[in-house]
């Protein structure tokens, strides 16, 4: 999904909006199966729609992975394409926050290792609007919290999609009443399977297979890239270069005789100090920026040819650059839109 098209979102606004598209170019079929007074919900780049209720948030696919982690143990992470979390729960009763997250499953690359879903529980089989799910009960523990729910999975034009319920439960003393708990959570868990119930897949994938998933642990990025090409580290962290001016990190792949690449700078603890680093290192400044987006810890701008996201200490500067390392317009180039889009800070 395009973050940039978000500023001024307006979800009742763009509710009604996508009822009357869908209705217009589905047909009445899919409009009805949209409770009412529920928000829709569908994917550009991925090819779903969803419904959901008008109480639950949607946290569009942003490089800000913290935004979305109401729970302790968070529902929605980093393969997340779209997250709809609602922090309604009973505290009295020991239930938090709960959410769907529709994940991507880069490394399941058929529908063998699609269906491999880490859970005790047996393999069931379901049909949800003519998609034939693999779904079991699922569950994380940590430090006296917990989220249940279930997982579901569908292999859709080669790529893996899962569907991901959670209900957090909140570590209380003294503890709640089993039945208080039960009552809650299960009220929680059936309001998920509603929404479960209204996906569908409307149109083709844009970014189908043959993309895998980088990580650098040390600044803190994820990103996707193509199958056929490797990431090659070209400034690797040290502490040194944590506390001097230099870019900290910095990682690039190649694809038809471009690089395309994320660097990071960390210790600029304000934004005058990201300012005063940005002249001296020779990159625009921000008053030469337009700000695309803002989340709850981090804000993306588009520089010249230069994009940058910058939060919690670090700034991360996305780029392309020819042969000869000149930077080139990202614009119209839809590998650069994936990488920009499918980055993530953790």
């Excluded at 996508?18 to 009805?32: K, M, Q, R």
């Excluded at 997250?101 to 609007?129: M, Q, Y």
């Excluded at 209900?167 to 399977?193: I, M, N, T, W």
């Excluded at 471009?258 to 934004?271: F, G, I, R, W």
Aim: glycine fraction near 6%.
């Amino acid at each position: 999904m395009n973050r940039n098209n978000n500023r001024g979102w307006n979800p009742a606004r763009s509710s009604l909006l996508c009822l009357a598209v869908l209705t217009t170019i589905y047909g009445p079929s899919l409009a009805a199966t949209v409770p009412a007074g529920w928000r829709t919900y569908r994917s550009p780049d991925y090819g779903f729609f969803l419904a959901y209720p008008k109480e639950f948030t949607f946290y569009p696919v942003t490089p800000d992975l913290k935004e979305a982690q109401l729970s302790y143990i968070p529902i929605c992470e980093s393969e997340s394409v779209a997250c709809f979390e609602y922090d309604g729960g009973d505290a009295e009763a020991g239930v938090g926050p709960a959410g769907l997250s529709v994940n991507i499953i880069r490394e399941a690359r058929s529908e063998e290792e699609c269906n491999k879903i880490d859970s005790s529980h047996p393999l069931k089989t379901t049909i949800i609007n003519g998609i034939h799910f693999r779904w079991v009960e699922s569950g994380t523990i940590a430090v006296s919290h917990a989220v249940g729910g279930r997982s579901y999975r569908a292999f859709h034009e080669h790529v893996c999609f899962e569907l991901a319920t959670g209900v957090a439960s909140v570590s209380l003393d003294p503890p709640p009443a089993a039945k208080d708990f039960q009552r809650a959570f299960r009220k929680l868990e059936e309001r998920l399977d509603q929404v479960v119930e209204t996906f569908r897949f409307v149109g083709h994938i844009v970014d189908g297979p043959g993309w895998k998933v980088y990580s650098n642990n040390m600044c803190g990025g994820v990103f996707e890239y193509p199958e056929t090409t490797n990431v090659v580290t070209a400034v690797e962290y040290t502490n040194k270069r944590s506390d001097s001016d230099e870019i900290t990190c910095e990682d690039y792949f190649a694809d038809h005789e471009l690089n395309y690449t994320v660097a990071a700078k960390v210790s600029l603890y304000n934004s005058s100090l990201l300012d005063k680093w940005l002249r001296a290192s020779g990159y625009p400044d921000l008053s030469q920026t337009q700000v695309l987006a803002r989340s709850k810890y981090l804000t993306e701008y588009k520089a010249g040819y230069y994009y940058y996201i910058y939060g919690e200490n670090t700034l991360f500067i996305l780029s392309v650059s020819n042969a000869r390392h000149g930077v080139v317009s990202p614009d119209a180039k839809p590998m650069f839109h994936h990488l920009l889009n499918s980055f993530k800070a953790n």
